[in-house]
Structures are given as structure tokens and as C-alpha cells.
């Protein structure tokens, strides 16, 4: 009795110094609600990319899973890279040899302070093999349709040499799949067999969208701002 009271006055204490709130609905004192963790309970989907790439998904990039992502890489709660990672756990590996994920760029790096995608595969207990690197800056992405995307990716990425090594792709959320894309041709190139690819999160494809509510679209409005290689600063939570 006594240990559970000493351990609510700490948590209390450091509620005051350190305040959070839940990143789904900002509910006081918590980093996810008992509703919101259970709207982040992975149901793994499989789509295929319009150059033939599987990918699986374990979760869709609406409601409250877009918010805790935003969290999680803008304002940098770090600590929600452990419901995230379940989402990912939740998807097939493949039977691969090696997990690859797509990098962050340099400037993302430096501003952020940590890799959002690797620090969610480590959290998964999925080891990377760090063979992708960015050559070239693409532009950002927003507003491009899918063509121009695909355009403005190509050779964007390349791969350390790879040869007959089978393997999966690692990122956090898909949009229109050109990142993967690149990432996929990148690797073929090296010698590398793609099996397809797991992410934390899918935005629903354009035929699910019709009909939707304005917040889906400022959801994937989001996720494409994550997509588009010149991403602002993070919002500071006053």
C-alpha cells in the first residue's frame, strides 16, 4: 500500500516538471489513453505499389494513428515508439535475410536527434542492415502527383553491394509508395532480391477516400508532409 502510494506521488511530482498527455486525444498524465492504445492495436494489411512491391501495414494512417505518429517524429515523444513498434511486429517478415530501412536524410537527422523508423524496428527487435543511402536530395514531394514522385525519386537512393541477399523493406508510413519504390530499384541494382516491405502505417488509397471526413484528408496531407523530403520544423506544444 505504502509502494503504490510513494509510487503515485512520484508520478505525480513528475507530471508537474515533466507534463505529457495522451497523443491520441490529450487526455492529461498519460502517453496514450486505454481508448487510443486500443485504436492503435495493429490489423495488418497488404497492398501492392503500382510497380508490383507488396507491402504490409500494420495499421492505417487515420485518427489517432496519425496523431500519435505526428507525436512521435514532430514533437519528438520518443516513447511511443513502443506501441508503434507492435504495429510493425505485426507484419510478415517475408522470410528474409536482412530488414532494410529507408534513411532519414541528413537534415531530418540533425533536427529531429534520432531515426524515427529505426528506433521503431529496433523497439520490434528487427535488426537492419544499414546498405540505402541518399546520393541526391529529391524535392519536396507535396502537390506532385504520382508520376512526378516516382520522377523525383529516381536515382535518388543507391545501395552498397548486396549480391542474392533477400530483403525486406522497413518504413513508417506509405503514401503513394514512390519512396519505396526507389528504395526497391535502389537495392535491385545492388544485387539484392526485394521480397516487399513492412511499415508501421498505410494511408488509405484514393478509392477508400472518396466520401471521407476533412480530417482524413488533413491526415494524409500529413503523411505526405512526412514523404516530401523538406519537411518543416516541429511543432513546439505550448
Not at 125 to 142: S, T
Request: positive net charge.
Amino acid at each position: 500500500m505504502r509502494s503504490s502510494g510513494l509510487r503515485s506521488a512520484l508520478q505525480e511530482a513528475l507530471s508537474i516538471v515533466f507534463p505529457t498527455w495522451c497523443a491520441g486525444c490529450d487526455a492529461v498524465d498519460v502517453l496514450l489513453c486505454d481508448a487510443c492504445a486500443t485504436a492503435l492495436l495493429p490489423r495488418a494489411e497488404r497492398r501492392t505499389l503500382d510497380g508490383g512491391l507488396e507491402v504490409w501495414s500494420g495499421i492505417r494512417f487515420e485518427g489517432v494513428a496519425a496523431r500519435a505518429l505526428r507525436a512521435y517524429k514532430e514533437d519528438g515523444r520518443t516513447a511511443l515508439a513502443v506501441p508503434l513498434a507492435a504495429a510493425l511486429a505485426a507484419t510478415p517478415d517475408l522470410a528474409a535475410d536482412a530488414a532494410v530501412a529507408v534513411p532519414p536524410s541528413r537534415a531530418s537527422l540533425r533536427r529531429r536527434g534520432f531515426a524515427p523508423v529505426e528506433l521503431v524496428a529496433r523497439r520490434a527487435g528487427i535488426p537492419l542492415v544499414p546498405v540505402l543511402r541518399w546520393v541526391r536530395r529529391p524535392d519536396d514531394q507535396r502537390g506532385l502527383t504520382r508520376v512526378e514522385r516516382a520522377a523525383n525519386l529516381a536515382g535518388a537512393l543507391a545501395a552498397s553491394r548486396c549480391e542474392g541477399l533477400r530483403v525486406v523493406l522497413v518504413d513508417d508510413v506509405v503514401t503513394s509508395g514512390a519512396t519505396l519504390t526507389a528504395a526497391a530499384s535502389a537495392l535491385r541494382s545492388a544485387g539484392a532480391i526485394v521480397l516487399g516491405a513492412r511499415t508501421v502505417a498505410s494511408t488509405p488509397r484514393h478509392t477508400e477516400r472518396v466520401g471521407n471526413s476533412s480530417e482524413r484528408e488533413g491526415d494524409i496531407a500529413q503523411a505526405e508532409h512526412y514523404r516530401g523530403g523538406t519537411q518543416g520544423e516541429p511543432q513546439v506544444r505550448p
